[in-house]
């Protein structure tokens, strides 16, 4: 292992644009799993399959990755509110979530994985846009445009969440079925429908974070898979329900990622996110910010 500060320095930039793009990454389990008590173990096979539809739309239509995945994003809501809704349906109301309700979402994520595969096959698929290519150089500091986008779009995707979910009546509506749904019914809310909404948004971010990720690098149907540990584990370590936690918790792993890769080869990284989760669950179980 050689070390030097600029090789450190930029492993620490880069660490923190890639976490930028773990926050887009793991808003929507913080959300399904934090504050709906809902294991979407599905979450990464929808990340992929925003990755695709970026790259259907890049390739076929032009559009630019970024603008694709906020089209795809709307219709990307409203299955997430139907699947919710089957879910419900078929499970949660007969009180049947947490092993059938497990099993119903390694389904769709082998479903969708499978779906990805007959359409698109196995090869790596890479979008193209201007902003790929090129580095931004601030002295012996190397920012490349493509982990930049990601870090800016992830950082906005989780702040307008944010600001929906202290703003607005069903946003605090949701916060509040993450804490109590029998008191939200006793004044008068309905949990079915606010669940339905939180878990079309969170449907919708991973759409949009699969965008996100085939900007950053080509991406192929099983690609998903890497994501199951990473989004878990900044769930966990960040707190759970706490969407500011989620953003340090992204800042951690990615800058530990980028250590990681940089000094011990990339072949480590992947252990890193499950090492930080059973750090997380030993030490802290409730997260940085609590639960």
Known sequence: MIFSLDLFSNAIVSGILLGGFYCAVAVGITIAFGMLDIVNI?????IMAGG????????????????????????????????????????EKRGEESLQGLAFFFGILFIIEVGLILTFGVDYRFVEAAYI????????????????VPLIVG????????????????????LAVSQDPLALRLVGGNPVKVKEVAFGLSIATAIVAGALLIIIQPIEPSLGRDFIGR???????????SLPGTIVASMILGITESLTTTFFGPSWAPAVAFGLLLVALAVKPAGIFGR
Not at 133 to 148: D, H, K, V
Not at 162 to 174: D, Q
Not at 231 to 241: C, D, N, S
């Open 133 to 148: 290519g090129p580095t931004i150089s601030i002295g012996f500091i190397a920012i490349p445009w493509r982990l930049l």
């Open 231 to 241: 989004v878990f584990a900044i769930a966990v370590l960040g707190g759970m329900t």
């Open 155 to 174: 950082l906005a995707v989780i702040g307008g969440i944010m600001v929906f979910l202290s703003k607005t009546f069903i946003g605090k509506a949701i």
């Open 42 to 46: 599905a979450h990464p096979a929808f």
């Open 52 to 91: 695709f539809i970026a790259y259907y739309f890049n390739t076929h239509l032009g559009i630019d990755p970024v603008l694709a995945c906020l089209i795809a994003a709307v219709p990307a809501y409203a299955i997430g509110r139907l699947l919710y809704r089957f879910y419900y349906l078929a499970f």
